[in-house]
């Protein structure tokens, strides 16, 4: 077994910082090395899921300290899982920047911080350990507040400062769910957690520690009522990270609440049912929100605010088909998502006044056709219309609320899904069809990274059959809390 593998999808990202530091002096250097990195760092992710999945999972104990007492590194099937879809998304997010006609990107700290943000979201999706997960959050939140500050958004700085303050708030919350964790059982190891919590009656401060990592990750995941930061921060962030923060960043909080309903707090039902109530909130808020607004961006960030309850629907719900149709969902959405916010972006850098507001955008399609057919496949995969990817997700939420009896639930989140037909149409028709005076065509950001996250969305619709047999594996694994102990702690 392969056990280095685990340790590049870290590394490589982690190296980029100094690298790309190093060659900050010059822009084609830095931005042709920061590529090639995030692309090697893909094929890595991609080959440490193949022995993950052909081999076993892997686990790598820092400093030669066995489990629980040192540093653990835990490469199962949904830690990779998550690791490979953030790097498809991240390697497309660096090659919009290459490409991208926006200032921030020839700043000589862009690569650097996105580098950084790069490490912290390798690392939470591998870390063995709570605290760790802590760190790497807190990584991802400092290098995101200051990409966002740098944008050549006017409201960028204002947007990062809400963002850095409600996280805050969050670290305080996630530092406090620790302190209590490690009173109540001694030890901050997930594996190592989860066996005494299974195994030893629940402490007085067992339910603090609940309450401040549910509300923490319900921040960091940005479910209603916890997403006032959320389209600020990504209607201002520059595109190429905008699309990262809302199809990725917020996927941290989703991956945390399952570890927490299935390895640490698998029998607590309440929090299942909370998930499945904020959920719900979340699909009729975020739906509605979207209709409302007048900005591509900032629909597209509400958007992201109902497409997250859906995935916490199916992991409150907690069957086995559910939890998968939680991960395809969960994938699906990181494609689609940075791939519309690309196409807005990209948009946006060819009207006259650089802006994503539809009053600005209207008509700036006419000169761009392609851009307008990425688009409109991309939000029917948004709406969840075959043959996109975003259908197989929807129709498996739909199979396990069916499959489990909740149709109340389901009934609800069905009806809100289709004011997504409503939004994607709307903004369609304004970008590309509306009549308006004579516009001049312009250059703007490049379309190969949408393009090509377009293309393996319609590919997953048509073939999606390798996408839901990984995702009903990994549920199957999640299932069973016992394999992961046993492998961390052997």
């Known amino acids: 077994m392969q056990t280095w593998l685990i340790l590049l999808p870290l590394l490589i990202p982690f190296a ?109 999706f591998l870390t063995g350990d709570l605290f760790n997960l802590f760190v790497f959050a807190e990584i991802i939140v400092i290098s995101g507040a200051a990409l966002t500050a740098s944008a050549d958004d006017k409201y960028g700085v204002e947007a990062a400062y809400k963002y850095f303050y409600i996280s805050t708030l969050a670290a305080v919350f996630f530092l406090l769910g ?67 923060l809302s199809s990725l960043v917020v996927k941290v909080g989703v991956y945390a609440f399952f570890r927490m309903t299935t390895l640490l707090f698998p029998q607590v039902d309440m929090l299942n049912t909370l998930l499945v109530v904020i959920g719900v909130a979340g699909v009729l808020y975020g739906g509605f929100g979207a209709a409302g607004t007048h900005n591509a961006k900032r629909m597209l960030a509400y958007s992201t605010l109902a497409q997250i309850g859906f995935m916490l629907v199916g992991i409150g719900w907690g069957t086995q088909l559910s939890l998968a149709a939680a991960l395809v969902f969960t994938f699906n959405h990181a494609l689609i998502k940075s791939a519309m916010l690309m196409l807005a972006g990209a ?45 197989i997700s929807k129709l498996m939420i739909f199979q396990s609320g069916v499959q489990s009896a909740n149709y109340v639930p389901l009934a609800i989140i069905g009806v809100a899904s289709i004011v997504t037909v409503t939004y994607v149409i709307r903004s369609f028709i304004k970008i590309w069809f509306e009549p308006i005076l004579e516009v001049k065509p312009k250059q703007g950001d490049s379309l190969i990274a949408p393009a090509l996250l377009i293309a393996l969305s319609l590919a997953l619709g048509i073939w999606a059959e390798p996408l839901v047999a990984l995702a009903q594996f990994v549920a199957r694994w999640v299932g069973d809390p016992t394999a992961y102990i046993l492998l961390v702690l052997k």
Do not use: C
């Open 16 to 124: 980029g910082v100094p690298l790309t530091l190093i060659t900050r002096k010059h822009l084609h250097l830095q931005t042709l090395l920061a590529v090639m990195l995030m692309f090697t760092s893909l094929g890595v992710s991609l080959a440490l899921m193949v022995s993950v999945l052909t081999e076993g999972s892997i686990v790598l104990q820092m400093g030669a300290w066995q489990a629980p007492v040192g540093i653990t590194l835990a490469a199962d099937p949904l830690g990779v899982f998550m690791l490979v879809m953030s790097h498809i998304v991240l390697a497309a997010g660096f090659l919009y920047a290459a490409g991208s006609t926006e200032k921030v990107t020839s700043y000589p700290t862009f690569y650097p911080l996105f580098f950084a943000l790069t490490t912290g979201l390798s690392g939470a």
């Open 347 to 391: 948009m946006a850098s060819r009207a006259a006044v650089k802006s994503a507001a539809f009053d600005v955008l209207v008509g700036v399609g006419k000169y761009h056709p392609f851009a307008g057919a990425l688009f409109l496949l991309g939000g029917m995969a948004l709406a969840g219309i075959p043959p996109l990817n975003g259908f």
């Open 178 to 244: 620790v302190g209590s964790m490690y009173i109540s059982y001694g030890t901050l190891n997930f594996a190592d957690l989860a066996n005494r919590i299974a195994t030893t009656p629940p402490t007085p401060l067992t339910g603090a520690a609940l309450a401040f990592l549910t509300a923490t990750f319900l921040i960091k995941s940005a479910a209603v009522p916890f997403h006032f930061w959320q389209p600020d921060f990504h209607a201002a962030a520059p595109t190429a990270v905008s699309a990262m």
